[in-house]
């Protein structure tokens, strides 16, 4: 089945590390999305990418880094500059149109 | 820029019964889209219902539909003969018909929705 890859399910990060979420689809879609999720904050777009080897910031990219290698990956690097990175990340990916987005089960990073 | 508020943190249904969830939002376009998402427990985002602005109908799909007044900004979901598996959080979102793949989905913070015996 089709669908998006999400991994891991759960991520612990020392302070000063750098870590890399890792997103897989195959839909063939060519657009891919990184998204934060806060309590109370809704999701908020880290960056985004329309087609491989290109992407966009999106509202809170500060401290966070992404690369399109490959149209079905688009990992996300969470830098030792982002200053509060514990929050529940989603991967999304989705086509031209009225189309809503296809979401990855998410990966829980934790600071410790 | 758009944005999507639901001003309803938190709503609670009885079982078989009915509840609306409550959506605005601001923009100057005249064509988008206008989705639904349910995140369970489970955190995994799932599609509920879409809707096109130049569709005058409202969308439904099954025990969900919407009531979209597009003058008043206005897209509320109606979910009828609530089930124990509808508990979760519920967000609304709009995306632009305009930009193609690099249309953002923005979305408002939620409504959490519990489903009571």
């Known amino acids: 089945d089709g669908g998006i890859t999400q991994s891991p399910k759960y991520l612990f990060r020392k302070e000063g590390q750098n870590v890399t979420l890792s997103c897989e689809q195959n839909l063939n879609h060519d657009a891919m999305y990184w998204y934060r999720q806060d309590p109370g904050q809704g999701l908020r777009l880290i960056y985004y990418?329309?087609?491989?080897?290109?992407?966009q910031k999106g509202d809170i990219a500060e401290g966070y880094s992404v690369s399109r290698e490959k149209k079905e990956s688009f990992p996300l690097t969470v830098t030792s500059a982002q200053k509060n990175p514990t929050a529940f990340y989603l991967c999304a990916s989705t086509q031209t149109g009225n189309y809503g987005y296809t979401f990855g089960s998410g990966t829980r990073l934790t600071v410790v | 820029a758009q944005t999507v508020t639901q001003s309803q943190p938190e709503m609670s249904v009885q079982e078989a019964e009915t509840v609306t969830l409550s959506c605005t939002y601001d923009?100057?376009?005249?064509?988008?889209?206008l989705f639904w998402y349910k995140q369970p427990p489970s955190r995994q985002m799932i599609l509920v219902i879409r809707q096109e602005a130049y569709k005058q109908q409202n969308a439904t799909e099954n025990r969900f539909s919407v009531n979209f007044q597009k003058a008043a900004k206005s897209f509320s979901l109606k979910i009828s003969d609530s089930q124990l598996g509808d508990a979760a959080m519920y967000f609304c979102a709009y995306r632009s018909a305009y930009t193609g793949t690099a249309s953002k989905l923005t979305f408002g913070t939620g409504t959490r929705l519990q489903v009571t015996l």
């Open positions: 923009t100057s376009e005249s064509d988008y889209y």
């Open positions: 990418s329309q087609i491989v080897n290109d992407f």
